[in-house]
């Protein structure tokens, strides 16, 4: 009998006799805790987010970069396109033609944070995203179209025109151009 009581004291120490489900549950709960806690405080992988106060600058430096097309550079204005690469070709016709010389540039007077839920629809652009009210200027400063609403996205650290806006503005030159269809990378959006 001495023999089972020694057993069952070095059981209990050992933790043998407790229930394993508990500290299963207890571990997978860690866990969890852990998990949330790390994609609270986000990750290199994860979505960046803006920072409130300089997301104004950051918008209207990218629309001033791809509506100053009297600056035929056609490489710093993809790149301040949200999926510019797709649209390259439309835009580098459109940034070519004679109506391109008659654009001097963007002002930008709003630019509103939108929540998630607005963002991603193919009328705006992948969230985090911001919608902006801005002008397009001729190379004198007056107004060629005034008080427009477009798209920002906030891509990889940056503030990109959102290729919805750019894809509208390329419908409306392909229609001043006198041609048809949508222009290339345009579909869809």
């Not at 508990?22 to 709960?29: D, H, Q, S």
Request: net charge positive; charged share 15%; hydrophobic share 35%.
């Amino acid at each position: 009998m001495m023999h089972r009581t020694y057993e069952s004291h070095v059981a209990r120490r050992a933790g043998a006799g407790t229930p394993k489900r508990p500290r299963r549950a207890l571990a997978a709960l860690g866990f969890a805790a852990l998990a949330v806690t790390a994609a609270a405080c986000g990750s290199s992988g994860g979505t960046p987010t803006p920072n409130a106060a300089t997301t104004k600058s950051g918008v209207t430096t990218a629309y001033k970069e791809v509506f100053d097309l009297a600056n035929k550079s056609l490489t710093p204005k993809i790149a301040a396109i949200q999926d510019g690469s797709s649209i390259k070709a439309s835009f580098n016709q459109a940034l070519s033609s004679s109506l391109a010389s008659s654009s001097g540039g963007a002002s930008v007077s709003k630019v509103v944070l939108e929540p998630t839920s607005k963002c991603g629809t193919p009328t705006t652009a992948p969230a985090p995203c911001a919608q902006v009210t801005y002008a397009i200027l001729s190379p004198t400063g007056s107004s060629l179209l005034g008080n427009e609403k477009g798209y920002a996205s906030y891509v990889s650290g940056k503030w990109q025109v959102a290729k919805s806006t750019i894809c509208t503005l390329l419908g409306l030159f392909y229609q001043a151009a006198g041609k048809t269809g949508t222009p290339a990378g345009c579909a869809g959006t």
